[in-house]
């Protein structure tokens, strides 16, 4: 087949319309006339638009019989000047751009292009604004048959990319992919995309020595080291301080720095009012501060109640496992230790699941003005309780079940709670006659648990974001084959008398895939470095298993990026936003963690010789050294409060200070105030051009006293010196 003169690189955005219900594509049954009149109309009312906003639209009827029409957009060139010099325009009101960079013409790059022409397309319609958008989204109410939109992707940059990327040797691993790789991703696909394969990239280099030291430990046996604690814990503050002048560096070379306050704004945001602003004079959307703080107030009673739903969940879980791997021994064993498991399995991912919905209804309820802070609030939501879920197990096992696990069984069985359990379950009053086992506390399941979390779980989110969708999109297809009408066999072959039918047919491929969504990615790599810097002290090879997981990481999420996910649609930041905030508390809670459980287990030896053990080993003794455990982490943390302080300033001093970005942003400082001493010296010059110098007619209409003949200073001298 010839190649289709619609180029997918011309095409800068595509937007599929529902022709007719599928109902109709799929049986037998025509749709009515007037259905089919009516999306006529509303198909040309939606080109007709496209096309006052200077949008250059097209239009070809879908493939595979599903009644949908593909609209083909590219936006004109001179439109694109026109919202980048407005752009730079506001930019330039808040520092981000340079007076002199207003006037600077470049060429478009390809996530501009795509950046723009969303823009266009979404932003709303004002007939007599000249920014004004098209006002089409998804099932709006203008057009409630616009199913979807999505930029293309690039086939040429795709397989160039995963060329080049495949092509990395092993020694990558410490030195990392090169920054100019990492540029071109910002000019493809937009700088949040860059700014994370950018993080991973930093982070996974970071790895190497922290791994090399976990290895050691584990090799000469040393794991539960006090120094290995102190390493890991100033390694983690050591690497988040690095990130945030790492980060601000990028969006100083990227022209990116304080585009955090022009942030795109939020289209569920609902103003209270309007007003004029006091700085600009400009109206603005008013929903004040008092009213958003009041509604995250109201916030606080369902998230304790998720929290409260989420932990007695996962302890009572927890608490039946340990009961029926390590205490029962009755009939179908291999059958009850499985429970808890299908349990974990449908329990929490409910859960989970219904704190996502409920926390997108409570972040939007919160009212946020911006995409920058809808997103930066909804990422905290989601993922504190995920932290919950991934670390609330060790923390179990840590804390809980090693301190009081022997009182706590022994409790269950002289009540004879364990004796209506196994009967429960296995449907014999008779199940635990004879069947427990003596019970002993181990931290086998600590290693174990810290095994799944780096290096099973890590392989199954690899699996399930690489290798699932692929399998599942052959299983649709295939599932496709074998099904059929006359209807859909005559829309089909309506379908491939088109020209252009190859290129169409990879442009519904592309709508089947994925939105790209970058939380999962930095909850995986922050999840990753929580393991590392509070739990890796029980298994130092935890940093090892990271940093080869990391080097096929940054492959994977590339493949996953260009093969089971839609282009991204480009988007402006600064930094990793709120997820530089988790990183933050991740390392200052390391230390917490890391003594607690290092004075824990070291006085729950039986050689121990911490001074803090009693001689006996009752259950108010534990509940002593588990507050005296607490209570000397918080007053030690407090002490230690100050490192990262120290921390901060060397770097500072080592990689900003007068470096080329620091010596960049002050210039542009300064060009802005000389740029504004320029028009000021401009305006004076003006003026001085109308205005006449005053002479001696002038000062003499001033009056007697400003004659020069009244100019008695030099005659006073002048006497004084006949006088002598």
Not at 305 to 310: A, C, G, P, S
Not at 709 to 719: E, F, L, R
């Given at each position: ?64 019989a599903r009644g949908q029409v593909l609209v083909f957009v590219r936006i004109e060139q001179a439109v ?202 400009m109206e603005e959307e008013v929903f004040e501060n008092w009213r958003r703080d009041v509604r995250h ?303 824990i287990l070291d006085a729950l030896k039986p050689d121990s010789e911490n001074p803090h053990k009693s ?110």
């Amino acid at each position: 087949m010839s190649l289709s003169p619609l180029d997918p690189v011309q095409a800068d955005f595509v937007i599929k319309f529902e022709g007719f219900p599928k109902i109709f594509a799929d049986g037998t049954k025509r749709a009515p006339p007037e259905l089919l009149d009516q999306r006529v109309r509303e198909l040309e009312r939606l080109m007709a638009r496209l096309r006052d906003v200077g949008l250059v639209s097209v239009s070809r009827a879908g493939p595979r019989a599903r009644g949908q029409v593909l609209v083909f957009v590219r936006i004109e060139q001179a439109v694109l000047q026109k919202m980048r010099q407005v752009e730079r325009s506001r930019d330039f009101l808040h520092g981000v751009v340079t007076a002199e960079e207003l006037s600077v013409d470049e060429p478009f790059k390809p996530a501009e292009r795509v950046r723009y022409t969303h823009k266009r397309i979404t932003a709303p319609y004002r007939a007599a604004s000249e920014g004004k958008g098209a006002g089409i989204t998804a099932r709006c109410v203008e057009f409630p048959h616009v199913m979807d939109m999505m930029p293309l992707h690039d086939l040429s940059f795709n397989q160039a990319w995963m060329k080049t990327w495949s092509r990395v040797p092993l020694a990558s691993i410490v030195y990392g992919i090169e920054q100019s790789e990492i540029d071109k991703l910002r000019d493809h696909f937009g700088v949040h995309i860059a700014m994370y394969f950018a993080f991973l990239n930093a982070y996974s280099k970071s790895l190497v020595p922290m791994a090399v030291t976990g290895f050691i430990f584990w090799l000469s046996g040393q794991a539960n080291h006090h120094m290995y604690a102190c390493l890991v814990v100033l390694w983690a503050i050591v690497f988040v301080e690095f990130w945030r002048i790492r980060e601000r560096m990028l969006a100083v070379r990227w022209g990116m720095t304080g585009v955090s306050s022009v942030s795109e704004r939020n289209s569920h945001f609902t103003p209270r009012t309007k007003s004029l602003s006091p700085i600009t004079g400009m109206e603005e959307e008013v929903f004040e501060n008092w009213r958003r703080d009041v509604r995250h107030m109201l916030c606080i009673p369902v998230t304790i109640l998720f929290l409260v739903l989420l932990v007695s969940t996962m302890a009572a879980i927890f608490l039946f496992q340990v009961v029926v791997d390590e205490v029962y021994d009755g009939p179908a064993k291999s059958f009850v230790t499985l429970i808890p498991t299908i349990l974990f399995s449908t329990c929490i991912p409910l859960i989970q699941s219904a704190w996502r919905m409920t926390a997108q209804m409570m972040t939007n309820f919160e009212n946020h003005a911006t995409v920058h802070r809808f997103q930066s609030s909804l990422t905290s939501k989601i993922f504190g309780m995920q932290s919950v879920v991934t670390y609330g197990i060790l923390a179990l096992t840590a804390y809980i079940y090693m301190p009081f696990g022997e009182y706590l069984i022994t409790q269950l069985h002289v009540h004879g709670y364990l004796d209506r359990l196994f009967a429960f379950v296995t449907r014999d009053p008779n199940a635990s006659k004879g069947r427990i086992q003596p019970f002993h506390v181990s931290s086998a399941g600590l290693h174990d648990q810290l095994f799944a979390l780096s290096v099973t779980q890590q392989l199954m989110n690899t699996f399930t974001e690489v290798v699932l969708p692929i399998l599942l999109r052959h299983v649709e297809k295939f599932l496709n084959k074998i099904r059929g009408s006359s209807r859909r066999k005559e829309l089909e072959a309506f379908a491939q008398t088109n020209r252009d039918q190859a290129f169409l047919e990879r442009v519904q491929n592309e709508f089947d895939l994925d939105v790209y969504d970058e939380f999962t990615d930095y909850a995986e790599m922050a999840t990753q470095l929580g393991v590392i810097s509070l739990w890796s002290v029980l298994w130092p090879l935890a940093p090892v298993m990271s940093v080869v997981n990391n080097f096929f990481e940054l492959r994977s999420d590339a493949f996953k990026l260009v093969v089971n996910m839609r282009r991204p649609i480009p988007r402006r930041v600064e930094s990793i936003g709120s997820w530089m905030s988790v990183l933050s508390h991740l390392a200052h809670l390391s230390f917490f963690t890391n003594y607690t459980m290092l004075f824990i287990l070291d006085a729950l030896k039986p050689d121990s010789e911490n001074p803090h053990k009693s001689p006996c080993g009752g259950i108010f003794v534990r509940m002593v050294l588990w507050l005296k455990a607490f209570f000397l982490a918080l007053v030690y943390n407090y002490a230690f409060s100050f490192v990262p302080i120290i921390v901060r300033y060397v770097l500072e001093r080592i990689m900003w200070q007068n470096s080329a970005e620091d010596v960049s942003i002050r210039r542009r400082l300064h060009q802005n105030r000389v740029a504004l001493i320029k028009r000021f010296e401009e305006y004076d010059q003006m003026k001085q051009a109308h205005t006449s110098v005053p002479t001696l007619d002038a000062a003499s209409q001033l009056g007697s006293f400003w004659h020069p003949s009244s100019d008695t200073g030099v005659s006073y001298i002048a006497s004084a010196a006949k006088a002598s």
